[in-house]
């Protein structure tokens, strides 16, 4: 049975949320074991090969504030080896030059850090003006984008169709 580490950070609750439904979307056979980022530690990651790893964009392209108090630590986990998938949330609209950039910060990160990225979604669907999340190629999210300001009514087949995809890519 496969095991996933879900980590991810949360304000208002929306991330929280789309983590659950990320996990009841994974299924019974596949064992979701959630970490909220605020009471996370470096040593929590390294339980697991695959991840999952979910941060909104606050503002101006602003971490969320568990993410920001842990983000030195994030920096210093070795992801060699660790298939990766990315998750985050942003308003396209109201904040069109910063949609998504911390789910890029996060992703990078990861990836430098020897970790292998999954998920990679397409960008369709979407409107918005600059995006550090963003595959160079500028065809695809560097994950599952959700925005729940201006399209929370698809947020539900988002995930849907996001899950199906990283269960293929992670082997689960």
Known sequence: MSKIGLFYGTDTGNTERVAEMIKDELGSDVVVEIH??????????????????????????????SWEDFWDDFKT?????????????GDQADYSEYFLDAMGFMHDIALE????????????????????????????FVGLGIDEDQQPELTETRVVE???????????
């Open 162 to 172: 996001w899950v199906q995809q990283i269960k293929e890519e992670m082997e689960l």
């Open 77 to 89: 986990i070795d992801f060699t080896g660790k298939t990766f998938a990315c998750f985050g949330l």
């Open 36 to 65: 909220d980022i605020a009471s996370a530690s470096v040593a929590d990651f390294a339980k697991y090969d695959k991840l999952i790893l979910g941060h909104p964009t606050w503002y101006y392209g602003e971490l969320q504030s």
């Open 113 to 140: 850090n020897g970790g292998i990225p999954a998920g990679y979604m397409s960008t369709e669907g979407f409107e918005w003006d600059e995006s550090k999340a963003l595959t160079e190629d500028e065809d695809f």
